[in-house]
């Protein structure tokens, strides 16, 4: 149980246009989901947190208008890389923290953009 | 000062050996700790939590010292499998939720 998957798993697009990534809790429901991002050798950096039905919180740094979150069901949230440039080229993780958890994360597999 | 930081590594080893991360934290207000292990192009996965009485797991050790706001991991009897990226993760309460804050992560390489 607990299965989070992220579509699509690879993407390739070029510069300026845009790309959703999805991210599915499979077999629960999840109130809250995280997104992140991992450049090459660096750490999981946390971008937003997801609430089902409001605006996503964004942490510092992150710009809400570049980077569109979407969370309307309790088992998918969505985000979109607007108008994507090369230095957006990263891997991006989505987590999800189930109904009956306070904390336990569960993470999806990822999805690897390349901006060319 | 970062929220999570950790040990820079890499950490080469032969099998067999033990070794040692350490990560520290700066939010005292913080409640749960974790390590992950991550793979080359995958998602953490969770190895074990880490609680104030320390806990083991098989030749896995997570220790926590609030007061020095610091946690470690020892692998004990390396072996080659556990070479991947380890990560230490720290909760961060928010009105937005629970996030996970994690360190830069420490590479752990095993040769035979």
Known sequence: ??????????????????????????????????????????????????????????????????????????????????SAHPEDSSFYICSAIPLTSSYEQYFGPGTRLTVT | RKEVEQDPGPFNVPEGATVAFNCTYSNSASQSFFWYRQDCRKEPKLLMSVYSSGNEDGRFTAQLNRASQYISLLIRDSKLSDSATYLCAVNRRSQAGTALIFGKGTTLSVSS
């Open chain 1, 1 to 82: 149980g607990a299965v989070v998957s992220q579509h699509p798993s690879w993407v390739i697009c070029k510069s300026g246009t845009s790309v959703k990534i999805e991210c599915r809790s499979l077999d629960f429901q999840a109130t809250t989901m995280f997104w992140y991002r991992q450049f090459p050798k660096q750490s999981l950096m946390l971008m937003a947190t997801s609430n089902e039905g409001s605006k996503a919180t964004y942490e510092q740094g992150v710009e809400k208008d570049k980077f569109l979150i979407n969370h309307a069901s309790l088992t998918l949230s969505t985000l979109t890389v607007t």
